[in-house]
């Protein structure tokens, strides 16, 4: 069984001083997305960037633009993020009292929709909106910081998550997100995994470039 595993670099371990230098190596590499993180202050204890830095993201970017919202009330903002550019846009469970309309908004907006879960939420809570979510990013690690290190019950996640969309005939896709290395990439792969999401692992590689191509070798035979 061939694979191709999805890599997407996550802009949020980037050097902001030499933004446009990381995206044209990321444009330049074998990535396939651009993941993009934005952040609150108050959903999680961390704020990223906003909208003039993801429009200055998007104006270069080459490839999907997969944007993490860790923010609270959402559905605020979904018609901005479609006009800057994102392809696939991902709330959190945790942020939406109405799921479901929310995931009919970012579609309406010509975007693939995605869920985010924490650490602490069950998968078994999507059976019933599985069929609407182009795409699930569990979270393996607590969110809101780069650096931290990958939750070890995110495998048996992985599995459980990927029998509910067998079992559902859907056709939603798995992305990792969270303390992904070279060490857990073919166990999360082999467990049912679609996306990986690196951060610090790509940027803080001495050749980034090529800790890119070795993710995306060692994920898709």
Known sequence: MSKNTLIAPSVLAADFANLQRDIEMINNSEADWFHIDI???VFVPNISFGMPVLEAISKHAKKTIDVHLMIVDPDRYIKTFADLGSNILTVHYEACTHLH???QAIKAEGMKAGVALNPHTNVSLLEDVIKDIDMVCLMSVN??????SFIENTYKK???????????NASTIIEIDGGVTSKNAVQLVEAGADVLVAGNFVFKAENPTETISELKEMTSR
């Open 39 to 41: 952040m609150d202050g």
């Open 101 to 103: 309309r929310t995931l």
């Open 143 to 148: 969110p809101g910081f780069g650096g931290q």
């Open 158 to 168: 992985v599995k459980q998550l990927k029998e509910i969309i067998t079992r559902n």
